[in-house]
Structure formats: C-alpha cells, structure tokens
C-alpha cells in the first residue's frame, strides 16, 4: 500500500505539538508528513515571547529543531504561506508549487485585531505577535520616548512591560472601565492599575481612539471620543485576537459568524479529510486563545487520525496565572461568579495589595471560580479545588486568608484525586505521574521526561515537585541523605555522633566514621557542627582547614581577593565616637564604605595583611566582630521603639541588643536573621527574618522562620504576648532544634517546611515539650553563651594566628598585581578583568 | 629549546598550616603550597592565580580528596583543582599551571624557571 500525505498547515505551537504528538503514534509510518510555515522561522513560544526583548533569541525560545523534523522525516516548508485550497482536488497551492493531500490539518492560529481607527497604518503602529513585530517594535523605540499600547487584557499588559524594558514611557489605554476586564472584576481590576500605576506605567481606561494623526511633540497623537487625547512615538495594538480562517473561508469551510473554523468534538471540519485546531479551530462557538486548550485539540486529533473513535474534545480550563509586570495575577474558573446561586468570599487588604475573591456554589461545597491579584501562592491549591470538585473544608475562607490569621494549610497531595490535573499544558494527571514512577521513573527530572510535565509554561513546577516526592516516599524510594562521598551521614547524623561520642577534631570524626581526607562539603559542616557542640576557636590549629572561605579569615572574600570588615553593631545603635573610629579607620585604609541591610557599616577592600591591623583599631574602639562572614546570627535589626517613637509600646532597640548579644557567634547551619519592632506597625521587618519579634502591649510576639532573600518567606506566628525571660527561652529552643536538626545550609524557613508537622509540631516540641528535650537545649545555648569570645580579639592577640595573615609569606611587602584600583563617586572599586 | 629551572627556598616548615595552603612570590608570580600532612607526599604546589576570576587566592581554598585524588575548592567560585595535575574537575578545558616542591631540611623548595643574570645576557 502507497502511504498516504498529511499536510500540517501552520507552524506555531498548537501545529508543532500535534506533530510531536503524531510522529510518536502508530499510524505516522502510513503517512508521509509536510509542515508548512509562513514566518520564516520554526515554531517558537510566543508565551515567552517577551523574553526575546530580554535577551532570549529564537533558539531560546524555539519548540524543535531542524534536524529534528528531519529525523522524524517531516518535510519542512518555512515562509512558504499556502494561498489557496482546491478540496475537490484535495490539494493546496503554495507561490512554490501545488501539493495533494490525503489528510490536512489547519493549524493557522490567530491574528492580532486591529480596531478600525483612521491613522492605524502609520508605520509606527505595530501588533504583538511575531519575532518580526518585536524586531521591528525594538526598532521604532531606539528613537523614541514613549509608547502606548491599545488595549488593556493580558497581552498588552506584556507588551506595555516590553515597551517599558526597551526604555520607553509606557501607557496602556483600555476601552473598558478596567484592566483585563476578562479575567479580573472592578476590584481586582482596580488594585492591579494601582500596583502597574506604581511602577510607572501610565494606564488610561475608558477611552475610544477616534483617530491617530501626526503628533506635536511626538511622532504621533491619538484622539479620543471625549476629545481628550495622547501624544506617543508609538503604538502597538493588542486588542484580542480573530482566529487566522481565510483559506478556510475561501474553500467554503463552514466557519463562525464572527470567525473560526467550525470543528466538531473530533477536531474536524465541515469536510471529513480537513481538521482544525488551536487558535482557529471554532468548538461550540467558543475559540480558545491559550495554548493548553490549543495542545489538548492537538492530542484529540492526534488520537483521531490513530482510528481511536472515543478521542474527543470536551472544552478546556481557562484559568491563568500570570506575573504581570511583576504583579501576581490568577483567574480562576468562573471568576465572575456567572453561575446561577453563586456566592462570593472576598478578602482585600489595601495596605499590602492583595486581593482574592472566591466564587462558591449555592451550598458552599464546591469552589466555582477565584480571582487573585497580588499574591498567586493560593493558585495552586484554588485550582485544584475548583476543577476536581474537591468538597470545601467548612470554614472555605481560610483558603484566601493570609496564614497568620489561620488560614488552611495548603492541599497536600495526598489529597488530590488520581484525576487531578497537574499539568495543564501537557495534561498530566496525578495518575499519569503514579504510572510512570511505577514504570521505573526515580525522580523528578525522570517524571519530567517521561510525562512531560511541568515542560510547558511551567507554572505546576512546585506543585509537580511536592506530588513526585509524596510518591517516591511512599513506594519507599529512599533518596539518598548522605552528605558527600566522605560521609554517609545526614548533617543531622554527624551531629550526634559528635555531641554524644563528645568528638572534638575532623580527625576523628572522619577516621571513626567516614573515609578519605573530606572536601568543602563535609569539613565546613563538621567545622560548624564542632564549633556548635563545643565552642572551640574556628582558628585552633585542628579547626583552621575546616572553615568555609570566609570564616578562614573572618572577613568575606570579594572578587578580586581582598576583604570586606562587617563590625558588630547590636541592634543598629552606634555612638558617635564609634561612628568616627569606623571613619577613621576607613579613610586611612581607603576602605570603600556602605551601609548594609542589616544596620550596619561595611568596610571593603582590606588586604589579607591588612585584616588584624585594621581590627586591632577596631578592638581598641570597643567593637566586636560582626561575624557577617560566618554561619551564624548576623544582626538583630531593630525600630527606635518606645524610648522615641510616639507609637512604640516597647523598647524594641534594648531587646535587639539583648538578643543580638546573646545568640552572636553561635554557629548554625545556615545564616540566621533577626530584628525587633517596637510596634505593630512593624518598621524592623521582623517578619521577613528567621526570628521576628513584635511588640505588643503585653509584651511581644514571636514570629519564626520567615525569609527575605531569593525565596521570601513570610514568618509565622509562633507565640503571642511573651515576657522577655519567656521569649528569650523561646527563641533559646528554636534556635538549638534548628541547629541540631536542620541540613547543611538549610535556612529556617526550609527546615520547617521541610519538619513532618510543619509549625504545628514544632510548637508542641517547644512550647510543651513534647520530646522532653527543652531543658537539654536550654543548657546547651547558656553553654555557648557563656563561652563566647570575640575571635577577632582572640586572634590579634595570638602571634600564630595572625601569621595566616600574610599574602604571600616570603615577601611580606609584595602587593599583589592583580588587585587594581579605580575611583567611582568619590569611593575606590576594584578593576578586575575576568580572565 | 628546553626552559632551564632551578629550585629556589621559598619558606620554612613553620609557614606552612596543615591541610591547608599558603602563598608564596615567586619569578612567575605568586604560587600557591599545600601541606596535607596525611599523604604522601604531603606537598604540593599550584598557581595561586584562580583561572576563572583572575584572583590570587587558590592558596585560600578548601583542601581534601574526591575518589582519592588530592584537591582544593577555589574560595571564590567553588570549583576543584586537582593538586597533582592542576586540572579542574568541573570544565576539562582549564587547567592551572603545577609546580614541583621539595623538603630540603626544615627549607620548602620551589622549582621555577631560571631568572640568572646571564640568562639574561645570553
């Protein structure tokens, strides 16, 4: 038997995905295949297409390659448009050539939609949906200043943060009373134009551009019905898209009043041999403008052409989650709460910029829709809610609540049905990822490859990563905790075998236990672990090979080799005649000088050599070190509090400095933050810290766990209304349970998502002692606060340790010639090329 | 034509901290010596330049063995050096420049190239 042709029209996502889809099915050897594309390039993610202005180029963001397509044996036509259909022939014409088919599949997508205003074919108008657009956009904004952009939906909200990035005054300008009218309602609507507005993008809603005609002081002027109007450089248009159905049109396909191929479940048209789907596929008068509805069709029609009789196309979820100019905003099911009986949850807090509403069923049961802006955390769980039906806990408001005020801890996936989808994009269900860990997948990147999930727009990344693991352990899949190839111990381990074996050297540890020499894994982990355990100098003879970097030299190493000096200053309360030695001092080294988050005065480009000298002087004035380079508390920061503030109800900086004088120098395994505030309204930051401390008029709140930096944290509350003995007996045995059970380099907040139990438990162990340990961690932190010395005063004084302090030890006077010096605004910086 | 050497006292004992590096200035500029006291042999000798940030800090890093070959991790960016061949176990491409070290008494001797004076003339 001949094989038969089939012809892919359209090279874009939806089109790519069905012949990934194809290629891989049973009846792809009957078929030769042809792909046809207009634009010149292979099919690229136009989700991502904004990152082109990023830097991403089109390999970055292209579906496949070249050579791809030909091992699958695809014939690829790039920019070669396909210009008419003759179905009685059943071939398709091409400026190139004629082709027959035996199956053709429309994979067309959509255009932008230019409303018919006077002016729009100046050449400063542009849509936003090819390369070639963004090239030409980037093009026309090199000489201009600003930049409006019609419409005010999803799309243009991307394209007015592009016009933004490219460095032009951004204005949106919507025809309806508030931004993604779609997807969002007034409220929400409203609160995301504030947040845009902030960050400089100037939003006009409401308006009807009449004309655009040649401007006064820009390139161009828009005219609007209520005779305002707006001077740009230029304009892009993203008001919706129209489904791309011309050929199909003209080939006298049935298509939608207002536009659309007409497919039935199958994905197939009017004419039996023709299909249709993504962008301008019509399916029960709907069009679908996202891609996971494009890439279901794909895998519909995919099975269809594979004789699976029962492959249909039943509609598709149109919720979103989306970062908007770097504004979480998700849209969920019914968000407008349509459905007949609906009820509404809605939760906006003003001062942070969080709205969420719940849509609900008449009985309260079932979650039908959400909105959030400002914050997508709740996404995931909402989601999960809403499209498998999962009955409502009683109190359904918890699910928007902010966490600290009791809200629902999120869906584990215990919880999930086998039905659940993950992955929308590529539609993988929990079962889906229960099948292939069955089928000998071992972990997540195994997961990804086999199901392709989480590979799309990647937002069930997290949620993927928590279903895996949930799996894995419960098939008994022991992942592997040993610390390097030196150890098979967990940090955990390590640490009590050193505390009850009372192992004082890496010696021993690694002879008794472990093999070989260490490495800068485990000798770092067990420096910290001693240090912890017995509170030896990190500069004793046994202990100098173990430290970190920058605990070798008690100072942070920067680029170019030298050091930065971080005094301590407790609580961020400084005398002056302090302040003028750290001038003082700065200016006779030449120290570049900034001050840090953390209340404090930082001191770079000291030279080895120069390291004991300096600190000398520092000694002498009363400092202590700062430890900034270490594992270990670094400040307590703090508000003015009720000794100055009209507002304060406790003297938060007296309780900064307490705490900080007590916990520095403990080493953990991870830096460790505080700060105090001295009232609610919470000017410390306290928390976004690992402890956070709020006054209260009974005294303070505990918040612990919390996390500023790459993943931010908020704390949680732990304890309410404490003393000061209570709080600091508190904080004694949260910070000893951390530091004996937490992993190499795992902060707070990780250790206690990490805690079978969560806070919860960790509440039991420390405030009702649930293990009975409370009183050992008690001792265990007054040892080390009894112990402590500051190592710096310990090594100047100590002719040995101060030794190590030599750039190079038989020429003391040498510089080294690679540390090069400039001036920038009145300051020295280093000049180091990379070699 | 062959680069004549010559070995040159660069330190004593007494400067050198165990499992741990120093740095020393050499004709070639500064050079990095380690001191592993539980191998044989304990001493080894590298560029103290860190070929990916062009610092002078190798001497600097953490030492110890991955599958039984002695190395140090550069402070700064973390990659390994074997202290035997200069080469780094993360990028096969670069490699740090060796050095051959000896204990002459209580001297540590550094073999570099020759700086006499009538190698100069010559």
Redesign the interface.
């Known amino acids: 038997m001949s094989k038969k042709t089939l012809i892919v029209i359209g090279n874009g996502m939806v089109g790519h995905h069905f012949l990934e889809q194809f290629v891989a099915s049973s009846a792809a050897p009957d078929y030769d295949i042809l792909a046809f594309g207009e634009e010149k390039q292979l099919a690229y993610d136009r989700v991502h297409l904004s990152e082109y202005f990023a830097g991403s180029t089109h390999a970055d963001l292209a579906m496949g390659t070249e050579d791809w397509y030909t091992e699958q044996g695809i014939e690829l036509h790039l920019n070669e448009p396909v210009t008419a259909l003759n179905r009685d022939q059943r071939t398709l014409i091409t400026p190139k050539g004629e082709y027959h088919y035996d199956e053709l599949v429309l994979a067309t997508g959509s255009f932008p939609f230019v409303p018919p205003i006077e002016g729009r074919e100046h050449p400063h108008c542009f849509v936003y949906r090819t390369l070639d657009d963004l090239d030409a956009i980037r093009a026309s904004a090199k000489e201009g200043k600003s930049g409006v952009v019609v419409g005010g939906g999803l799309l243009g909200l991307e394209a007015a943060n592009a016009l933004r990035s490219l460095g032009l005054q951004a204005h949106v300008v919507e025809f309806a009373p508030r931004l993604m009218p779609v997807q969002l309602d007034a409220d929400g609507g409203a609160l995301l134009r504030h947040k845009i507005e902030e960050l400089g993008v100037q939003v006009h809603t409401e308006k009807a551009t009449t004309a655009i005609v040649a401007g006064e002081n820009a390139r161009l002027r828009m005219n609007f019905s209520d005779d305002s109007h707006l001077e740009t450089d230029l304009i892009v248009f993203s008001a919706g898209i129209r489904p791309q159905d011309a050929l199909a049109r003209a080939s006298g396909l049935n298509v939608g009043e207002r536009g659309g191929i007409v497919v039935n479940d199958q994905c197939t048209t009017s004419d039996p041999h023709i299909h249709a789907i993504g962008e301008c596929a019509l399916w029960d008068q709907r069009i679908f403008g996202l891609v996971a509805p494009g890439y279901t069709m794909a895998r519909t029609l995919a099975s269809v052409l594979n004789s699976h009789s029962d492959a249909a196309f039943t509609g598709a979820d149109m919720s979103t989650k989306l970062k908007l100019l770097g504004v979480d905003v998700g849209s969920i099911g019914d968000a407008h709460g349509q459905t007949p009986g609906a009820r509404n949850i809605r939760f906006n807090d003003e001062q942070t910029g969080h709205y969420r509403r719940m849509v609900v069923s008449e009985d309260g049961k079932t979650l039908l829709g959400a909105i959030l802006v400002g914050d997508n955390s709740y996404y995931d769980t909402l989601l999960q809610y809403a499209l498998n039906g999962i009955a409502l806990p009683d109190n359904p408001e918890a699910l928007i609540l902010p966490e600290s005020q009791g809200g629902a801890p999120a869906l584990g996936p215990d919880a999930l049905p086998e039905t659940a989808s993950i992955c929308s994009c590529h539609n993988v269900t929990k079962g889906d990822i229960c099948c292939a860990i069955d089928a000998g997948s071992s972990d997540l990147a195994g997961v990804k490859a086999d199901t392709k999930a989480s590979t799309g727009c990647g937002g069930c990344t997290a949620l993927l990563k928590s279903v895996v693991d949930n799996e894995l352990e419960k098939r008994g899949v022991a992942v592997s905790k040993d610390l390097c190839?030196?150890f098979p111990y967990s940090r955990q381990d390590l640490f009590h075998l050193v505390k009850v074996n009372g192992i004082r050297s890496f010696?021993t540890l690694i002879s008794q236990h472990g093999k070989?020499?260490?490495?800068?894994i485990?000798?770092?982990v067990v420096g910290s672990i001693l240090a912890t355990c017995w509170n030896e100098h990190i500069l004793a003879?046994d202990h100098?090979?173990?430290?970190?970097?920058n605990d070798?030299?008690m100072a942070n190493?920067q680029?170019?080799?030298t050091y930065s000096i971080v005094p301590r200053i407790p609580g961020g309360e400084i005398t002056p005649d302090k302040l003028i030695v750290l001038g003082e001092v700065a200016k006779e080294y030449d120290l570049y000088t900034k001050i840090t988050g953390g209340q404090r005065v930082d001191l770079f480009g000291a030279t080895l050599s120069e390291l004991p000298v300096i600190w000398e002087r520092l000694i002498a004035a009363g400092f202590e070190t700062g430890h900034a380079y270490g594992k270990s508390l670094r400040t307590v920061k703090s508000c003015v509090g009720s000794t100055w503030c009209r507002y304060g109800v406790q003297d938060s900086v007296g309780m900064a400095i307490l705490l900080e004088n007590r916990y520095k120098g403990l080493r953990a395994p991870h830096k460790v933050k505080m700060a105090v505030s001295g009232c609610t309204r919470e000017c410390a930051e306290a928390q976004s810290k690992d402890f956070g401390v709020i006054a209260t008029e009974n005294g303070w709140n505990l918040y612990v766990c919390g996390n500023g930096g790459m993943r931010p944290r908020h704390a949680d509350l732990f304890a309410t209304d404490l003393s000061d003995e209570a709080l600091i007996r508190t904080i004694d045995r949260v910070v000893m349970f951390y530091v004996r059970t937490a992993d190499r380099l795992q902060r707070t907040s990780v250790w206690m998502e990490n805690l079978e139990g969560g806070l919860e438990y960790l509440k039991h162990v420390v405030l009702e002692d649930s293990l009975g340990i409370c009183a050992e961690l008690e001792e265990h932190m007054n040892g080390i606060v009894d112990t402590y010395q500051c190592e710096w005063k310990t090594a100047v004084e100590d002719p040995g340790k101060r030794?190590?302090f030599?750039?190079?030890?038989?020429?003391p006077e040498?510089r080294?010639?690679?540390q090069q010096w400039t001036t920038e605004r009145g300051q020295r910086r280093p000049v180091?090329?990379?070699? | 034509m062959r680069t004549r050497t010559c070995w040159n006292s660069?330190?004593t004992v007494d400067?050198l901290?165990?499992?741990?590096g120093?740095?020393?200035?050499t004709v070639d500029?500064?050079v990095a010596v380690f001191y592993?006291p539980?191998?044989l042999p304990a001493l080894f000798a590298i560029s103290h330049?860190d070929?990916f940030?062009?610092?002078?800090?190798l001497a600097?890093?953490?030492?110890?063995?991955?599958?039984?070959e002695?190395?140090v991790?550069s402070?700064?960016y973390?990659q390994?050096f074997n202290l035997k061949t200069g080469a780094c176990l993360e990028d096969e491409s670069v490699r740090v420049k060796t050095y051959s070290v000896l204990l002459d008494g209580n001297r540590i001797l550094l073999e570099t190239r020759e700086t006499h004076q009538e190698a100069v003339a010559a």
């Open positions: 190839e030196h010696r070989g020499h260490g490495c800068d485990c000798k770092p003879t100098v090979p173990l430290q970190d970097t070798t030299f190493m680029k170019n080799g030794k190590r030599r750039e190079f030890v038989n020429l040498q080294d010639p690679v180091l090329e990379s070699v | 660069v330190c400067d901290v165990p499992e741990s120093i740095a020393v200035w500029g500064p592993l539980h191998r330049a070929p940030s062009g610092a002078n800090v600097r890093g953490i030492t110890g063995d991955l599958g039984g002695p190395i991790a402070p700064l973390k390994h």
